[in-house]
C-alpha cells in the first residue's frame, strides 16, 4: 500500500508541474497542417496536429515547443502562453528535427536524439532524381542501398533485386506506415545478385504518394520480427488534404529507345469534420532500351563454346544481324498504381485509419534470339512454317518472348486510442503479390509421339504458352501499447500475428511436358500447389532516460512459427548528447533471425539458363521437403540468426552543418542459400545431374561504415547553396565457416552474395536556390565489384572498373502552381566497363594469349551478346544518359 500510495503521490505532483498548451499549426499561406510533430523539448513527450492543424499538450512550467513537418523548416517556441499559434514556412533541405517513428517500439524522438542510424528523405528528394521509379531513386541517394537491372533474366524483370548493405533483398523488412508490407512471388533463380532470395515490391510504390522515408541502418528483429537484419525500410505516406497536384512525366535515353510518358495525380479532401483523404494515381509506359554486343562469327561456329555451326552460314546471318537479333537491356513496361491514405478522428482520444494500394504491371522482354544455326531446319524442318513462309529461305530464326503480369496489393485499416496516458494501436494488414507468365513466339521441340506415330509436339505445338506463375498473400494483425510513464521512462509492448500463402501456379501441359516451352519450361503439376503457415510473436521495449542526455533502450521479442520453431531475440541501444545536444554518440547490439521464406521452402521446377560453352541448358530446383531431398540427406530449412553491432557519432554544429558517421558488423549463422548444380547418385541408384536446392550453408560477416554529411543555406549571390556527401564503406563481406557437407557453393555463387555489389559508394550532391530556378547536380561513385562468371577459368575473375555517375536537375517555378523539371541522368553518358583481373600465374599467362583471354570473354558473354555487363549483370545501368522532362501543377 506505501508503494501505490508513493506512486499516485508521484503521478499527482507532476501533473500539477504541467500545464495545458493548445493552438493551430498553418504553411506561410494561411492552409492548416495537419500531422504536424510537437515535441517538448529534451523529453520524449510529443503530439500531432489533426485534420484542421490543432493541437494540444501538457508540458512542464519553462518548457520549449518544437514544431516539425516534413519539408518545413522546423520552429522553436516557448511555453511562455496557453495558446500558440505557428505559421511553418516550407523548406528544401531535410529536416534534422523531424521526428521520425522507425526503429522504436516507445514513443517517436527526433532521428538528432535518437539511439540508431537512420535516414530520412523527403517526396522531393525523390522525385528530383528524375528516376522512374522509387527503388531506382533510392539508388543515387542512399549509398548502401543497391538496385540495377539484370541484361535478361526471365521472371527477374518483373522486379529488381535490391539491398542494403549487400545483404541481399531478403534481409532487408519493408513497412507501410509502420505497418509489414507483404513480399513478392518472385524467388529470384537465376545467376544474377539476388540468387535464391525475395523480397517486397518496393518499385511498385507510387513516388508521388509518399511523404517521407524513414530507412533504419540497424538490425531490426527485436522490433519487427523477421527479415530486419540489414534495416528496416518505412514508407510514409502523404496525408495531406489541401495541396493537389498533377504531374506529367516524359523521358528518353541518349540512344532514342527506352521512350517514357507517365502521368500522376497526388491530391487529397477532408472526410465529415474530422477525417481525411490523401489518393494518388499513375500511369506509366516505358518501351524497351535495347543494347547488345556484336557477335563473334567464329565463337558462334566453335562446338566448345558456341554452335558447332557452319562458318559460313553464320557470317551470312552476322552480316545481317551483327548481334544475332538479341535483344536485351531494359524491358517494355506498363504500370497503373492507385493508392488512398486515411483516418478519421472519432473522439479526443479515438481514431481510425487506413491506407490501400493496387499495381498491375506489364513486362515484355525477350529470351535470347534463336538463330537459323542454333535451332537448325535440318532439326526441326516445321520451324520454317512456324517462323517463315514454308521456304528454306524465309527462316531467319525466332526469338521467344517472356511476358509477365504482376498484381500486387496491401491494405491496413486501423484503431488508436490513448486511455490514461496508454496510448494502444490495434491494426489488421492484408497483402499479396501474383505473377503470371506468358510465352510466345516459341515452340514445344521434344519428339514425343502419341499412339499413331505421330509427333505431340514439334509441328504439332502451340507457339503460345502459359507456364503458370506464383503468388504470395499474407494477414498480420498488430496490437501495439505503449506509454510514457515519466520524463525518464516509457515502456511497449505488443504482439503480432501472421499467416503466409505461397502459391505455384500449373501451366499449361504444352508448356511443361517433355523439355516444354522453349526458352522458358512451365510449372509441372507435381511442382504446383499451394503452402501456408502462420507465428505469433510478442514483444517488449523498455526506454529510460538516465539523464537529459543519456538514454537506454532494450527490446525482448519471442515469435513462434508453426513451420519451424521458435526464436528469441534482444536488443539494446543507447545513445548520449553533449555540447548542448551538438554532439551525439549511439551504438547498439542486437541478435535477431530471418525465417526462411516460404518461396525457399517450397519451390521445385526446371529452370533455362546460360551455361558457358553448353548454350541453354535446363537445369532443377528440388525444394527441402521432397522426397528426393530426404532421399539425399538434405536437412530442412532452419532460421537464419544473426548478431548486429553498431557503434556511431552524429554532430549538429551548426543550424546548416550536420554530419553521421556510423559503424555496423552483421554476422549471420546459418545463411540460407540456393547452392550450385550437383550431379550424382539416389540411394537406390537411380542417377541425377543438374539439381540444386536450397540448405543453411554457412555462416557470414558483413561489416563497414556509412557517412552523411549535409552544410546548407550558404549565401551566393542572391541564392542559396547546399552540399551533401553520403558514403558506404564494406570492411568486411565474406563467409566466415565451411560450406556445410553435401552442399556445393562455387566462387560464381560466392563473387554474387559478396562481390557484386560496390565495396564502396559515395554520392557528391549541390543544390542551388535562385529566385525561381532551383539547380541540383548529383555525382554518384560507385567503386568496384568482382564476379567469377560461371564458365570463366577459375584462375581468372572480372573486375568493374569504379566509375562516377553525374545526374543533373534544373527546375523552374513558372508560377506559384506551376513547376517545369528537366532531369539528364548520366550527363556524361558513363557505362560499365569490365576487365579480367589474373588470380595467379596461370591467370597472368591466359591474360597473355589473344587467344586464350578472347574464348574467356566470349564464355561469359554469350559469344559477345552481352559484353557490355555480361550475363550477371552490373553494378549500376548500362543505359547509357537518360533525357527526363516533368510538369507539376498544384491546384
Known amino acids: 500500500?506505501?508503494?501505490?500510495?508513493?506512486?499516485?503521490?508521484?503521478?499527482?505532483?507532476?501533473?500539477?508541474?504541467?500545464?495545458?498548451?493548445?493552438?493551430?499549426?498553418?504553411?506561410?499561406?494561411?492552409?492548416?497542417?495537419?500531422?504536424?510533430?510537437?515535441?517538448?523539448?529534451?523529453?520524449?513527450?510529443?503530439?500531432?496536429?489533426?485534420?484542421?492543424?490543432?493541437?494540444?499538450?501538457?508540458v512542464e512550467e519553462g518548457a520549449t515547443l518544437v514544431f516539425s513537418y516534413v519539408g518545413f523548416a522546423s520552429v522553436e517556441k516557448a511555453a511562455t502562453s496557453s495558446n500558440i499559434d505557428v505559421s511553418l514556412s516550407a523548406d528544401a533541405g531535410q529536416n534534422l528535427q523531424e521526428v521520425v517513428v522507425t526503429g522504436t517500439r516507445t514513443a517517436p524522438r527526433s532521428n538528432t536524439t535518437s539511439a540508431l542510424p537512420i535516414d530520412v528523405l523527403t517526396s522531393k528528394d525523390l522525385t528530383s532524381t528524375g528516376q522512374v521509379t522509387f527503388d531506382k531513386a533510392l539508388q543515387y541517394k542512399i549509398p548502401s542501398f543497391n538496385v540495377v537491372q539484370t541484361p535478361v533474366n526471365d521472371a527477374t524483370s518483373l522486379l529488381d533485386p535490391y539491398e542494403i548493405r549487400n545483404m541481399g533483398p531478403s534481409r532487408t523488412l519493408i513497412l507501410i506506415n509502420g505497418k509489414r508490407k507483404n513480399l513478392s512471388s518472385l524467388l529470384y533463380v537465376q545467376t544474377s545478385p539476388g540468387r535464391g532470395e525475395t523480397g517486397a515490391d518496393i518499385s511498385a510504390?507510387?513516388?508521388?504518394?509518399?511523404?517521407?522515408?524513414?530507412?533504419?541502418?540497424?538490425?531490426?528483429?527485436?522490433?519487427?520480427?523477421?527479415?530486419?537484419?540489414?534495416?528496416?525500410?518505412?514508407?510514409?505516406?502523404?496525408?495531406?488534404?489541401?495541396?493537389?497536384?498533377?504531374?506529367?512525366?516524359?523521358?528518353?535515353?541518349?540512344?532514342?529507345?527506352?521512350?517514357?510518358?507517365?502521368?500522376?495525380?497526388?491530391?487529397?479532401?477532408?472526410?465529415?469534420?474530422?477525417?481525411?483523404?490523401?489518393?494518388?494515381?499513375?500511369?506509366?509506359?516505358?518501351?524497351?532500351a535495347n543494347r547488345?554486343?556484336?557477335?563473334?562469327?567464329?565463337?558462334?561456329?566453335?562446338?566448345?563454346?558456341?554452335?558447332?555451326?557452319?562458318?559460313?552460314?553464320?557470317?551470312?546471318?552476322?552480316?545481317?544481324?551483327?548481334?544475332?537479333?538479341?535483344?536485351?537491356?531494359?524491358?517494355?513496361?506498363?504500370?497503373?498504381?492507385?493508392?488512398?491514405?486515411?483516418?478519421?478522428?472519432?473522439?479526443?482520444?479515438?481514431?481510425?485509419?487506413?491506407?490501400?494500394?493496387?499495381?498491375?504491371?506489364?513486362?515484355?522482354?525477350?529470351?535470347?534470339?534463336?538463330?537459323?544455326?542454333?535451332?537448325?531446319?535440318?532439326?526441326?524442318?516445321?520451324?520454317?512454317?512456324?517462323?517463315?513462309?514454308?521456304t528454306d529461305a524465309s527462316y531467319q530464326g525466332y526469338v521467344p518472348t517472356f511476358e509477365g503480369d504482376l498484381n500486387d496489393y496491401n491494405a491496413t485499416l486501423g484503431y488508436k486510442a490513448v486511455l490514461n496516458g496508454w496510448n494502444?494501436?490495434?491494426?489488421?494488414?492484408?497483402?499479396?503479390?501474383?505473377?503470371?507468365?506468358?510465352?510466345?513466339?516459341?515452340?514445344?521441340?521434344?519428339?514425343?509421339?502419341?499412339?499413331?506415330?505421330?509427333?505431340?509436339?514439334?509441328?504439332?505445338?502451340?507457339?503460345?504458352?502459359?507456364?503458370?506463375?506464383?503468388g504470395f498473400h499474407h494477414v498480420v494483425g498488430n496490437i501495439d501499447i505503449s506509454k510514457v510513464l515519466s520524463d525518464k521512462i516509457s515502456i511497449g509492448f505488443g504482439s503480432e500475428f501472421r499467416t503466409e500463402t505461397f502459391e505455384v501456379v500449373e501451366g499449361d501441359k504444352a508448356s511443361w511436358d517433355g523439355s516444354g516451352a522453349d526458352s522458358f519450361a512451365g510449372n509441372r503439376p507435381e511442382n504446383s500447389g499451394k503452402w501456408n503457415r502462420y507465428n505469433i510473436g510478442v514483444y517488449g521495449d523498455l526506454a529510460y532516460d538516465i539523464s537529459k542526455d543519456f538514454l537506454v533502450n532494450g527490446t525482448l521479442r519471442y515469435e513462434d512459427y508453426s513451420d519451424f520453431g521458435s526464436s528469441t531475440v534482444w536488443k539494446l541501444s543507447s545513445r548520449y548528447k553533449f555540447l548542448d545536444d551538438k554532439i551525439t554518440l549511439r551504438g547498439s547490439v542486437s541478435t535477431g533471425f530471418r525465417a526462411p521464406t516460404l518461396h525457399q521452402i517450397y519451390t521445385q521446377k526446371s529452370q533455362y539458363s546460360f551455361v558457358p560453352g553448353e548454350g541453354i541448358q535446363v537445369s532443377g530446383i528440388i525444394n527441402n521437403?521432397?522426397?528426393?531431398?530426404?532421399?539425399?540427406?538434405?536437412?530442412?530449412?532452419?532460421?537464419?540468426?544473426?548478431?548486429?553491432?553498431?557503434?556511431?557519432?552524429?554532430?549538429?554544429?551548426?543550424?546548416?552543418?550536420?554530419?553521421?558517421?556510423?559503424?555496423?558488423?552483421?554476422?549471420?549463422?546459418?545463411?540460407?542459400?540456393?547452392?550450385?548444380?550437383?550431379?550424382?547418385?539416389?540411394?537406390?541408384?537411380?542417377?541425377?545431374?543438374?539439381?540444386?536446392?536450397?540448405?543453411?550453408?554457412?555462416?557470414?560477416?558483413?561489416?563497414?561504415?556509412?557517412?552523411?554529411?549535409?552544410?546548407?543555406?550558404?549565401?551566393?549571390?542572391?541564392?542559396?547553396?547546399?552540399?551533401?556527401?553520403?558514403?558506404?564503406?564494406?570492411?568486411?563481406n565474406e563467409r566466415i565457416s565451411p560450406v556445410r557437407t553435401g552442399d556445393s557453393f562455387s566462387q560464381t555463387l560466392e563473387s554474387l552474395m559478396f562481390t557484386s555489389r560496390p565495396e564502396t559508394k559515395w554520392i557528391l550532391g549541390a543544390d542551388y536556390k535562385i529566385g525561381k530556378f532551383d539547380f541540383l547536380l548529383n555525382n554518384t561513385y560507385f567503386g568496384k565489384t568482382t564476379f567469377n562468371q560461371?564458365?570463366?577459368?577459375?584462375?581468372?575473375?572480372?573486375?568493374?572498373?569504379?566509375?562516377?555517375?553525374?545526374?543533373?536537375?534544373?527546375?523552374?517555378?513558372?508560377?506559384?502552381?506551376?513547376?517545369?523539371?528537366?532531369?539528364?541522368?548520366?550527363?556524361?553518358?558513363?557505362?560499365?566497363?569490365?576487365?579480367?583481373?589474373?588470380?595467379?600465374?596461370?591467370?597472368?599467362?591466359?591474360?597473355?594469349?589473344?587467344?586464350?583471354?578472347?574464348?574467356?570473354?566470349?564464355?561469359?558473354t554469350f559469344n559477345g551478346r552481352y559484353s557490355n555487363t555480361t550475363y550477371d549483370g552490373s553494378h549500376f545501368s548500362q543505359l547509357g544518359t537518360m533525357w527526363n522532362l516533368s510538369m507539376n501543377y498544384r491546384f
Not at 485534420?51 to 494540444?56: L, Q, R, S, V
Not at 540460407?672 to 540444386?692: C, E, H, R
Open 1 to 58: 500500500m506505501k508503494k501505490i500510495a508513493f506512486l499516485l503521490l508521484l503521478n499527482v505532483s507532476f501533473l500539477f508541474a504541467q500545464k495545458e498548451i493548445s493552438g493551430v499549426v498553418k504553411d506561410n499561406v494561411g492552409n492548416a497542417l495537419p500531422g504536424v510533430n510537437i515535441i517538448e523539448k529534451g523529453t520524449r513527450n510529443f503530439v500531432s496536429t489533426d485534420i484542421d492543424g490543432a493541437y494540444k499538450i501538457s
Open 205 to 288: 510504390i507510387p513516388t508521388d504518394a509518399i511523404e517521407r522515408v524513414e530507412i533504419l541502418r540497424d538490425g531490426a528483429s527485436a522490433q519487427y520480427g523477421s527479415d530486419a537484419i540489414a534495416g528496416v525500410m518505412n514508407i510514409i505516406l502523404k496525408k495531406g488534404t489541401t495541396d493537389s497536384a498533377v504531374t506529367v512525366r516524359s523521358g528518353i535515353t541518349g540512344k532514342g529507345d527506352g521512350e517514357m510518358l507517365g502521368v500522376s495525380l497526388n491530391a487529397g479532401s477532408t472526410v465529415g469534420d474530422k477525417g481525411f483523404i490523401n489518393y494518388t494515381v499513375d500511369f506509366s509506359k516505358v518501351n524497351q
Open 292 to 390: 547488345p554486343g556484336i557477335v563473334d562469327a567464329a565463337a558462334e561456329a566453335d562446338p566448345n563454346i558456341g554452335f558447332g555451326a557452319d562458318i559460313n552460314d553464320v557470317k551470312a546471318f552476322l552480316a545481317k544481324h551483327p548481334d544475332a537479333g538479341n535483344i536485351n537491356g531494359s524491358p517494355e513496361t506498363a504500370a497503373a498504381k492507385f493508392l488512398i491514405n486515411g483516418g478519421k478522428e472519432l473522439s479526443e482520444t479515438t481514431s481510425m485509419y487506413y491506407n490501400a494500394a493496387y499495381v498491375y504491371k506489364k513486362v515484355n522482354s525477350f529470351a535470347n534470339y534463336r538463330t537459323p544455326y542454333w535451332r537448325t531446319l535440318a532439326d526441326y524442318p516445321y520451324l520454317k512454317d512456324f517462323f517463315g513462309d514454308g
Open 424 to 470: 494502444s494501436d490495434f491494426s489488421v494488414t492484408v497483402g499479396g503479390n501474383t505473377q503470371d507468365y506468358t510465352v510466345n513466339n516459341s515452340h514445344n521441340r521434344s519428339d514425343m509421339v502419341d499412339a499413331n506415330g505421330e509427333h505431340v509436339y514439334q509441328e504439332n505445338s502451340p507457339i503460345t504458352f502459359k507456364p503458370g506463375g506464383t
Open 625 to 732: 521437403v521432397s522426397p528426393q531431398a530426404r532421399q539425399l540427406g538434405i536437412p530442412n530449412l532452419k532460421a537464419e540468426k544473426s548478431t548486429n553491432i553498431s557503434i556511431g557519432m552524429g554532430a549538429k554544429l551548426s543550424r546548416n552543418f550536420n554530419f553521421t558517421i556510423d559503424y555496423y558488423n552483421i554476422k549471420v549463422k546459418d545463411r540460407i542459400v540456393l547452392g550450385d548444380k550437383q550431379g550424382g547418385f539416389f540411394p537406390n541408384g537411380t542417377s541425377y545431374s543438374g539439381l540444386a536446392w536450397f540448405s543453411n550453408s554457412f555462416d557470414s560477416r558483413t561489416s563497414g561504415l556509412d557517412v552523411v554529411a549535409n552544410y546548407n543555406n550558404i549565401a551566393l549571390g542572391t541564392g542559396k547553396l547546399g552540399f551533401s556527401l553520403s558514403g558506404n564503406v564494406t570492411f568486411q
Open 790 to 860: 560461371d564458365g570463366l577459368a577459375t584462375d581468372l575473375k572480372t573486375e568493374f572498373i569504379p566509375k562516377i555517375v553525374t545526374d543533373l536537375g534544373v527546375s523552374f517555378s513558372a508560377t506559384k502552381k506551376l513547376t517545369f523539371a528537366l532531369n539528364i541522368n548520366n550527363i556524361l553518358n558513363v557505362l560499365p566497363e569490365w576487365k579480367f583481373v589474373a588470380e595467379n600465374a596461370a591467370g597472368a599467362a591466359i591474360m597473355a594469349d589473344p587467344v586464350k583471354i578472347k574464348e574467356q570473354s566470349n564464355l561469359i
